[in-house]
Structures are given as C-alpha cells and as structure tokens.
C-alpha cells in the first residue's frame, strides 16, 4: 500500500531530505512552505505535491486543508527557524516579545496546528515526528528558539497520548548541528563550525539525510512501541547519560 506522507518545510534542507526518502520508497509525499518557487523546484525534483502555506497561520492551513491528503500515514513537522535576538537582554521590550513569537509560531504553533488540522485523516499504523533540537538541552543563546524546542518535546507527550489508543506514535527528533541547510546559512562562522562538529564523537557535522532515515525509520512497522520519546540524534554532542 502506498502511503501518504506530509512534510512541512519539506522544500530545503532536512524536510527535503525526508520527503526525498519517502517519495524514492514509492510513497505519496505532500510538502508544505512558504516560498512557492523553492517549493516547486524541490516538488518537480522529488515527484511530490506542493502547497505554499505559513503552517503557522491557522487561516491559511484551513484554506489549504483540500490540498492535503484525505488520510496521513506520516506527519513530519519539520518547518521551524531560530529568530533568537542574539543574547537575553538584547533589544527593547518590543523587540523581545516579537522574536519570541516568532520562534513560537515557527517552531511549536506550526506543529501544533498543522498536527490539529490533519488529525482525523491520520491512519492507524501513522506516525507524528516533530523536529526537535539540542539547543532544547542546552539552550540556544537568545533563549527563546531552544524553549519553544522544549515546549514541542512536552507537547508531544500528550500527542502520543491522544493518538495512542489510535495506533498512531509520536515521536520527536532531537537534531545536533545539521550542515548543508539554509538553518545556519549566514548565522554560523567558521570558528563556531569548526566548534559544533569538534563537540560531536563523530568528528563531523550531522547531514540532512542522517536525519531522513531516523525518521524513516519511526515510521516503519519495527518502531510501532517507539512513541512519546525524543530521540537525539546529534553525533554524540549531548549525551543524555
Ligand atoms: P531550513 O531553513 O532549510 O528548513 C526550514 C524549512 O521550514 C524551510 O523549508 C522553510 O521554508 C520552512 N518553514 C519555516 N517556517 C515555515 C512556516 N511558518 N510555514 C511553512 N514552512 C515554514 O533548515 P533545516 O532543514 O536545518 O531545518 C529544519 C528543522 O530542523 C527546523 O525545525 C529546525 O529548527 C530544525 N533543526 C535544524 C538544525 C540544524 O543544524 N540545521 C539543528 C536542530 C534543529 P519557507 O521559508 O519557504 O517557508
């Protein structure tokens, strides 16, 4: 049976990486973004569906609800970004509440909305996967990217309690420094590169596809017990014990 598969910000980067997956198995992918030709190019390139939507805008992911799939077998809540103000204390007050709800809206509404929206077309046998980050451990300088990436992993618990009892998991993956996505395409110096891939046991930098099989990987039958977890998947940069 092919299945239906959704990626937000399945256009760059590691959401493309997924959907590249899926769509190479056979599967039906659908991906979402914002930026209609970046989506399309990537769409033309992987033999999926596109639709241009802000999945952190209810408005617009109801008017974009008859563009998705009747039934979802796998949810990837990829889409996110880090609008952190460089430290705590930059900025005015203003300027402070503006990024905050910004990195909400990006990196926690944006699941939560998309994962509401669709939840009656989820299949049993599905899966939700939320991309998480180690900068929910560590935090993420300006604070807020890394706590609204806590708040995604809470989340998550009570969204594999509800979709439990429907044979659906819920699982969030925990990213390390990932290279080779516009993520930290002009945030990150040599230096700090050179930093974040010395902190991994690996001795490099994460790939988008290293991501892309973790998750096909929880949506396949031998992870059916694996749900409400975050699972790190970071080079050995944290190590949770
Ligand atoms: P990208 O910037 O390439 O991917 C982000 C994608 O999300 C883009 O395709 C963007 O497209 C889309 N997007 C962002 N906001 C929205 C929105 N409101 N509605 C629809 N689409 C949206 O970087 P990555 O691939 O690296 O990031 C993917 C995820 O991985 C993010 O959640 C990020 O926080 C997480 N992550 C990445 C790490 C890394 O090292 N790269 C480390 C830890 C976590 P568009 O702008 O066209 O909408």
């Not at 991501?211 to 975050?230: C, F, N």
């Amino acid at each position: 049976m092919t299945r239906n598969i959704v990626v937000t910000g399945g256009g760059t980067g590691i959401g493309r990486a997924t959907a590249a997956r899926f769509a190479a198995a056979g599967e039906s992918v659908t991906i979402l973004g914002r930026r209609a030709d970046v989506l399309a190019e990537a769409a033309a390139q992987l033999g999926a569906t596109a639709v241009v939507c802000d999945v952190s805008d209810p408005e617009a992911l109801t008017a974009a609800l008859p563009q998705l799939p009747a039934q979802v077998d796998v949810l990837v809540n990829n889409a996110g970004g880090n609008t952190d103000l460089r430290r705590v204390a930059d900025g005015t007050l203003t300027d402070v509440a503006a990024a905050w709800r910004a990195n909400l809206d990006a990196n926690l509404l944006s699941a939560v909305l998309t994962t509401t929206l669709l939840t009656d077309r989820l299949r049993t046998g599905g899966t939700v996967v939320g991309i998480g980050s180690i900068a929910a451990d560590r935090g993420s300088g300006g604070g807020a990217y890394g706590a609204t990436k806590a708040a995604l992993s809470t989340w998550n618990i009570d969204l594999a309690g509800q979709l439990g009892p429907r044979g659906i998991t819920a699982n969030v993956v925990s990213c390390g420094y990932i290279a080779e996505t516009e993520f930290f395409a002009d945030r990150l110096t040599d230096e700090r590169r050179a930093t974040l891939v010395e902190q991994t046991k690996t001795g490099r930098a994460g790939t988008p596809d290293d991501v892309a099989a973790l998750i096909e990987y929880l949506a396949s039958p031998g992870a059916r017990h694996i749900t409400a977890q975050v699972i790190n998947i970071n080079g050995g940069a944290f190590p949770s014990r």
